[in-house]
């Protein structure tokens, strides 16, 4: 069995604890949680909308590191601070995976930072 290689977007700020941004283990990725962040600014959005789109975008960037992308994410778990959110959720899903949308879970839970949105995935790499 191969090792995991752990993977760091250069667009991305370096993690603040003792993880990785995504491990690559075979063809299969797993993608950490990613927040509504913005990596350059290092500010955290001020609605749940800007958070999201950030946190997919964030998402993307990984992706991409990691030599894949939006579609090739077999799973997301979306982690969300507030329940009341999960329409808004549904809107941008859907504008982020127009097709074929991967299987989810969307579990509510107390998030650091005044984060609202954490979104992580398992996707296949791109060859």
Do not use: W
Request: negative net charge; charged residues 15%; glycine residues 8%.
């Amino acid at each position: 069995m191969s090792r995991p290689q752990p993977i760091q977007s250069p667009d991305m700020p370096k993690v603040l604890g003792p993880y990785s941004q995504a491990v690559r283990l075979g063809d299969t990725l797993y993608i950490a949680g990613q927040g509504g962040l913005n990596p350059v600014t290092g500010q955290i959005g001020e609605t749940f909308e800007a958070q999201a789109r950030q946190a997919f975008e964030n998402l993307s960037s990984v992706l991409q590191a990691a030599n894949s992308s939006l579609q090739h994410v077999a799973k997301t778990t979306i982690f969300l601070s507030d329940a009341n959110n999960f329409a808004k959720l549904n809107e941008l899903y859907a504008e982020f995976f127009p097709t074929n949308p991967p299987a989810r879970s969307v579990p509510v839970v107390q998030l650091p930072r005044g984060l609202l949105i954490s979104v992580e995935c398992i996707a296949g790499v791109v060859e």
